[in-house]
């Protein structure tokens, strides 16, 4: 979230914060890519030892996140505050007392974000293998090609909230978001292959629009000195009210109602949460947040 004050200038912030969420979708992708490899040598056996492969070898991806982290630089604007003496004690209580409502606002902007992630990344094997009977490769296939549109579609995201508005471009994707799992609910009952591909991987669509921007959207928020401990408990909480919760969710309408659209209804209730909280969090697009926020 803190990269964009490496932004060259004010009107780059969106397009250069969207890149560290690019993570996401590369993580999306390498994952997916290794349980197709490794379910393809087990066979039968995946659920045996073959997904204990792919979980060891995500060892080696917590060193290289760790050795990534380590060599980061701190932000100009940190910095500064190092060099006059204005770095907190206890950012973490003091953002928590100043700005609860940036937390919170955050937090729930996620939800449209955040709920049907989980649904289509995590819920989608458990209905397209035990309601629909499709193939575990076949869904795993269109989640990969998912994750290759997100390289595109996230920063892109990013780019156009610099052009348009952080916040519209955050409603824009949080509209999407209501009106797409309806979309992918019927193209996945249909049964027809292409047609359950082709919904698998627009599905990720709303969610990337959402993503491009928000980093800078929650950062942009919190004052300096304390942007990154309130963009981080709001950024975080999100996945506990929101990501969390929402595959046992899932399976609860469906296995209460038996249809798709229960879920997709439960989509749309996340998307209207998060248009709401939007709507009341300040729009500092191209603004100078160096300063310290009334």
Known sequence: MLSMEWARTNAHRGFIASWPQFGAPAGLLLANLAVLTFSAISGDQFL?????????????????????????????????????????QAPVL??????????????????????PAYIYLAFVFAYTGQVLHVDRNFVLTALITAGLLSFITVPLSGYMSDRIGRKRMY?????????????????????????IF??????FVPHDILYGP???????????????????????LASVTAGGPAPLIAAALLAWTGSGYAIAVYIAACAVVSIIATLLMPDYTNRDISQEHA
């Not at 824009?172 to 799992?181: H, S």
């Open 48 to 88: 045996v030892w073959g997904w204990r492969i792919p979980f060891l070898l995500s060892i080696v991806m917590v060193a290289v996140g760790l050795y990534i982290r380590l060599g980061i630089l701190e932000t100009p604007a940190f910095q500064r505050l190092v060099a006059e003496k204005r770095i907190e």
């Open 198 to 203: 082709l919904g698998i991987v627009i599905s």
């Open 94 to 115: 003091e953002v928590i007392k100043r700005q609860p409502k940036e937390i919170i606002l955050s937090a729930l902007a996620r939800t449209a974000e955040q709920a």
């Open 171 to 195: 409603l824009i994707g949080a509209v999407a978001t209501g009106v797409v799992g309806f979309v992918y609910f019927a193209m996945l009952n249909s049964l027809v292959p292409a047609w």
């Open 214 to 236: 928000q980093a800078a959207l929650i950062a942009e928020c919190f004052t300096p000195r304390l942007r990154y401990s309130g963009c981080s408990i709001g950024y975080q």
